[in-house]
C-alpha cells in the first residue's frame, strides 16, 4: 500500500537550535593547509585563505564550527599557534602521525571564520594537558580585563576577546586511541574540576563533557554515568559522536544507519535523565552531536600507510573519502534524525569540512567542489528554521541484521511563520514510494492552503556516482517531477534510495 504521512504543527518536537548546522575543522591532512589555506592559489585573498572555498562554506550554510580537533586538540600546545608566523615552532602531531607547522592558529582561523559567517566552538587539551592550559586558554580568548595573556592577544592583532560562548571539554577520551586517554571516573573528576574552574574565570560560557565516540565503545552507558555523575552540575553538554559506512556492499543495511543514531540520542538522554534523577535534579543535560557523517573507516583502516620513524609529513592526503549518491541519502537521513530530536540535540558538528571526509573538496591550484553530501546540509540548514514538527508516517519496512523491522520512508518537517518545510527519505533499494501527505491541519494553522515553493529530490539510478575532479558536477539535485498539493493533500514520488526536500508557503 502507498505510504502517508500527516504533518500537524501541534506536533512540535521543540525549537531548533542553529548550531545543530554545525561543522568542525581539525588539523588533519589537508583540511586546512592545501583546503582552506592555500596562499599560492589563484583564489587566496591576502592572509592566505581559498576564495573558491570560502564561497562553498557560506554557501553550506554552518552555523558554528568546531576547532581545533577531533584527536589533534590531545597533544595540540594553543600557545604554539599565536604570535609571529615565522617565530611559531613546528610539531609532530602524533594523532595523524604528521608534521604540524602552525601556520594557522587562532587568531587566523577567527579571521577564516569572520569571512565565511561561522562561530568558533573551541575544545582544550585535557589529553596532554589539563586544567591550567584551559584556564590560559580561556583566559587569552574571553577576557577584556587588562592581563599578561589579553596583552600578548592585543599585540597579537586583537585587543577585542574571541568570545568563544561553547566550549568541549578534550575529545573522545574513553578512546584507547586517543593521546591521554583515561577511564571514565578520571576524566569524569578531571572535567568537573576543568568547567568549574573555567566558569569561575568566564561564567557565562556553555561546556560540552566528552561522551562516548561510538555506540559500539564497550563502555557505552556506563561512560556517560559514570561521566555525570562527577560533572552533571558543571556541565551543559554530553557529546556523541557517530560514523556509518557500508559494509560489505550492503546498501539496504547502511540505509538503516539513521535508526542507530536515534537509539544513540535516546539512550543518552535516559542515562543523562537517570543521572538526574539520581541527583533530584530538574536539569536536563543537553546533547552536542559533535562529530557525525559518513566516513569509510574500516576502508580507512586497512589502508592506512605506515609511517618511518623519520617520516612526518605536512599535510598529506588522509581520509578523503569520495561520497556517492547512497552515501547522501544516509547522510540526508542523520539530518532528519537530528531535527527528530531537536528538544535535546542542541549542537552538532559534521565532521569534517573540507577535504578530509568532507562536503567540499580542493585540488591544490585547481578547483574546489560539492560532494554528494553537500546537498542535504545546504538545503537542510537553509530551509529548516524556527520549530522541529513530529510527522508520523505509515509506510512499508524492511529487515535489518541489527535493527529489526525498519521502516522505508522516514520524514520531519520545520515550521515557521512563513510556511513548512519538509525532509523525507526513501530508504528503500528496490521501491519508488508514492507518498501522500495529509496537510489538513496546517492550513488550518496557517488559515490557508500552502503551496509549492521549491521542491529537491536526490537520486541517482547509479547508487555509487560520485562527484570527482574530472566530473565535479556528476550528481546533483533536482526538482520533485510532479509534486503537487491537491485537495489538501502533498502528492510525492520518490525513487528508491533518495532524499528529498519540500518547501511550502
Ligand atoms: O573526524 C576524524 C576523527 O574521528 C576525529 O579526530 C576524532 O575525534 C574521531 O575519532
Given at each position: ?133 584551559a584556564l590560559d586558554l580561556l583566559e587569552y580568548a ?20 574571541f568570545g568563544v560562548t561553547v566550549w568541549c571539554l ?267 501527505v495529509d496537510l489538513t491541519a496546517v492550513a488550518a ?61
Amino acid at each position: 500500500s502507498r505510504p502517508t504521512a500527516h504533518i500537524d504543527p501541534r506536533n512540535e518536537i521543540g525549537t531548533i537550535d542553529r548550531r545543530i548546522f554545525g561543522g568542525f575543522v581539525e588539523h588533519l591532512g589537508r583540511h586546512i593547509y592545501d583546503g582552506i589555506f592555500e596562499p599560492a592559489h589563484e583564489s587566496a585573498d591576502a592572509d592566505g585563505f581559498r576564495g573558491d572555498v570560502i564561497d562553498l562554506v557560506r554557501e553550506l550554510g554552518v552555523s558554528t564550527i568546531r576547532y581545533p580537533g577531533g584527536n589533534f586538540v590531545s597533544g595540540y600546545r594553543w600557545e604554539d599557534g599565536i604570535g609571529p608566523v615565522s617565530e611559531r615552532p613546528r610539531r609532530l602531531d602524533l594523532a595523524w602521525h604528521a608534521t604540524e607547522t602552525n601556520e594557522v592558529g587562532l587568531h587566523e582561523f577567527q579571521a577564516w571564520l569572520d569571512r565565511v559567517g561561522s562561530e568558533l566552538m573551541l575544545a582544550v587539551n585535557l589529553g596532554t594537558r589539563s586544567t591550567e592550559e584551559a584556564l590560559d586558554l580561556l583566559e587569552y580568548a574571553n577576557t577584556s580585563v587588562d592581563t599578561t595573556r589579553t596583552r600578548e592577544r592585543a599585540a597579537n592583532g586583537r585587543a577585542e576577546p574571541f568570545g568563544v560562548t561553547v566550549w568541549c571539554l578534550g575529545n573522545e577520551m574513553d578512546g584507547p586511541w586517543q593521546l591521554g586517554h583515561r577511564g571514565a571516573d578520571d576524566y569524569g573528576k578531571l572535567a568537573s574540576r576543568t568547567a568549574k574552574a573555567m566558569r569561575q574565570l568566564d561564567p557565562s560560557i556553555e561546556l560540552v563533557a566528552c561522551g562516548s565516540s561510538g555506540r559500539t565503545m564497550p563502555t557505552f552507558g556506563a561512560w556517560e554515568r559514570t561521566v555525570l555523575e562527577h560533572a552533571f552540575d558543571d556541565v551543559d553538554f554530553i557529546s556523541c559522536h557517530a560514523y556509518y559506512e557500508e559494509r560489505d556492499g550492503d546498501a539496504q543495511e547502511f540505509l538503516a544507519s539513521a535508526v542507530d543514531m536515534h537509539r544513540f540520542i535516546e539512550q543518552v538522554v535516559a542515562t543523562a535523565d537517570h543521572v538526574a534523577a539520581i541527583k533530584k535534579s530538574d536539569k536536563r543535560i543537553m546533547i552536542s552531536f559533535d562529530e557525525w557523517n559518513v566516513w569509510y573507516l574500516t576502508r580507512w583502516e586497512a589502508q592506512a600507510r605506515t609511517y618511518g620513524p623519520d617520516e612526518w609529513p605536512i599535510a598529506p592526503r588522509q581520509l578523503e573519502d569520495q561520497y556517492n549518491a547512497l552515501d547522501a541519502v544516509v547522510f540526508g537521513d542523520l539530518l532528519i534524525t537530528l531535527l527528530q530530536h531537536s528538544d535535546r540535540v542542541r549542537s552538532a558538528s559534521l565532521a569534517q569540512l573540507v577535504n578530509v571526509i568532507a562536503p567540499i573538496m580542493t585540488e591544490p591550484g585547481g578547483i574546489a567542489w560539492r560532494q554528494t553530501t553537500f546537498f542535504p546540509f545546504s538545503i537542510t540548514s537553509r530551509l529548516a528554521d524556527a520549530r522541529a514538527v513530529r510527522v508520523p508516517v505509515r509506510s512499508g519496512t524492511f529487515t535489518s541484521a541489527r535493527f529489526g523491522e525498519v521502516a522505508t520512508v522516514n520524514a520531519v518537517a520545520t515550521m515557521d511563520d512563513e510556511g513548512i518545510s519538509l525532509f523525507v527519505v526513501n530508504r528503500s533499494t528496490t521501491d519508488a514510494e508514492d507518498l501522500t501527505v495529509d496537510l489538513t491541519a496546517v492550513a488550518a494553522e496557517f488559515g490557508r492552503e500552502l503551496r509549492i515553493v521549491e521542491t529537491h529530490l536526490l537520486h541517482d539510478d547509479d547508487l555509487y556516482a560520485a562527484n570527482t575532479l574530472g566530473a565535479p558536477e556528476r550528481v546533483g539535485v533536482r526538482g520533485i517531477d510532479g509534486a503537487k498539493v491537491t485537495g489538501g493533500s502533498l502528492a510525492l514520488m520518490l525513487p528508491a534510495v533518495s532524499w528529498a526536500a519540500v518547501r511550502l508557503g
